[in-house]
T-cell receptor, first 113, second 112 residues
């Protein structure tokens, strides 16, 4: 079954605004990660939050995790045109190899200058 | 972090042919992972390549279609065999560092 369902599918904002993306998953997880992909190429790891954590920050990124609702959100504050990319959540389910991540469908973020 | 070189970056192939994708890592790693990203879709794990043993394939993927080699701790290849247009995707190799994955830049494959 598909883990990591994301919404919105696409988000268009102005530079300086905040962008929030949401992700839901279906089974228990060890951690949930967020990745960024530019122009359909390789993914870049952004941030990881473990199942026993509720919130984490890294620079302009803030991620939350609600294991009771099986959901996570990624907030990008003060967005820049360079943040334009696709963003994917990826769940690492309990009992699986660390390399086996189940990715969401992604959110396409467009930041207009 | 790891630096991963993947080639070719893109290719256009004819139906029925095969393409081998190479992945080189700048450090020794135990496991390498091959993912597929179909057009407009998310990533799906194809298989885990372990050095010195057979690759482990995920449900829906078979060795005859996606043979994998792992001759040493820094290199792996994925072959897409007997291609059809449905194989048109981006193929990505990745390695882990701690709990994170690092990805190559991907191979964009189009099958005519």
């Amino acid at each position: 079954s598909q883990q990591g369902e994301e919404d919105p599918q696409a988000l268009s904002i102005q530079e300086g605004e905040n962008a929030t993306m949401n992700c839901s998953y279906k089974t228990s997880i060890n951690n949930l990660q967020w990745y960024r992909q530019n122009s359909g190429r390789g993914l870049v790891h952004l941030i990881l939050i473990r199942s026993n954590e509720r919130e984490k920050h890294s620079g302009r990124l803030r991620v939350t995790l609600d294991t009771s609702k099986k959901s996570s959100s990624l907030l990008i504050t003060a967005s820049r045109a360079a943040d334009t990319a696709s963003y994917f959540c990826a769940a690492h389910a309990g009992g699986t190899s660390y390399g086996k991540l189940t990715f969401g469908q992604g959110t396409i973020l467009t930041v207009h200058p | 972090s790891a630096v991963i070189s993947q080639k070719p970056s893109r290719d256009i192939c004819q139906r029925g042919t095969s393409l081998t994708i190479q992945c080189q890592v700048d450090s020794q790693v135990t496991m390498m992972f091959w993912y597929r990203q179909q057009p407009g879709q998310s990533l799906t794990l194809i298989a885990t390549a372990n050095q010195g043993s057979e690759a482990t394939y995920e449900s829906g993927f078979v060795i005859d279609k996606f043979p994998i080699s792992r001759p040493n701790l820094t290199f792996s290849t994925l072959t897409v065999s007997n291609m059809s247009p449905e194989d048109s995707s981006i193929y990505l190799c990745s390695v882990g560092s701690g709990e994170k994955l690092f990805f190559g830049s991907g191979t964009q494959l189009s099958v005519l």
